[in-house]
T-cell receptor
Framework: GENVEQHPSTLSVQEGDSAVIKCTYS??????FPWYKQELGKGPQLIID?????GEKKDQRIAVTLNKTAKHFSLHITETQPEDSAVYFC???????????????FGTGTLLAVQP | DAGITQSPRHKVTETGTPVTLRCHQT?????MYWYRQDPGHGLRLIHY???????DKGEVSDGYSVSRSKTEDFLLTLESATSSQTSVYFC??????????????FGQGTRLTVV
């Protein structure tokens, strides 16, 4: 089955700096890669995602890159702000519309602390 | 916010007792998932469902069973709770098919303590 590794487990940056979180996956058939943000006491929420036919996607200060050959994908946050402090999870999915294999496998999470 | 309700939100139970956690959705989504979250392990998939009465095992299914008798409810049962099952449990839902439909929406979590 799919295995997703995520690094680093903790990351501390100064406000305004950039933060990068990296993930690798094992199943070459995975084709959808979402990122979730979990604030304290809440469930995770989707912040950005990318599909395997795209190499990069941006949404304001957040970007995700995908290297299918190396089976790597990364989350980039620029101009970090204190409200970006949270736990971030990457995930990999083999999308199979209506099939039984459509399940999310998550990485172990990265605790991001943005210091004011 | 997606209509997902987990109950109970907090529970303390004794070792060896059965426990059932409930996830209720009002979105009519096909897929439902149970995860557990533990420090250093992130979110690990316990069981998931891809339709009424259709379920499958995840990464850490030993000691857990699930049932889905209707679209809106997905029950997680710890048949004989152990201290290693102390965790925060999250339910998630997603809809199959279409470019955005694998987005998963999470509930608020259930904190379970087994003493």
């Amino acid at each position: 089955g799919e295995n997703v590794e995520q690094h680093p487990s903790t990351l501390s940056v100064q406000e305004g700096d950039s933060a990068v979180i990296k993930c690798t996956y094992s199943d070459s058939a995975s084709n959808y890669f979402p990122w979730y943000k979990q604030e304290l006491g809440k469930g995770p929420q989707l912040i950005i995602d990318i599909r395997s036919n795209v190499g990069e996607k941006k949404d304001q200060r957040i970007a995700v890159t995908l290297n299918k050959t190396a089976k790597h994908f990364s989350l980039h946050i620029t101009e970090t702000q204190p409200e970006d402090s949270a736990v971030y999870f990457c995930a990999a999915v083999r999308e199979n519309y209506g099939g039984a294999t459509n399940k999310l496998i998550f990485g172990t999470g990265t605790l991001l602390a943005v210091q004011p | 916010d997606a209509g997902i309700t987990q109950s109970p939100r907090h529970k303390v139970t004794e070792t060896g007792t059965p426990v059932t956690l409930r996830c209720h959705q009002t979105e009519n989504h096909r897929y439902m998932y149970w995860y557990r979250q533990d420090p250093g392990h992130g979110l690990r998939l316990i069981h998931y469902s891809y339709g009424v009465k259709d379920t499958d095992k995840g990464e850490v299914s030993d000691g857990y069973s699930v049932s889905r008798s209707k679209t809106e409810d997905f029950l997680l049962t710890l048949e004989s709770a152990t201290s290693s099952q102390t965790s925060v449990y999250f339910c998630a839902i997603s809809e199959s098919g279409g470019p955005r439909n694998t987005e998963a929406f999470f509930g608020q979590g259930t904190r379970l303590t087994v003493v």
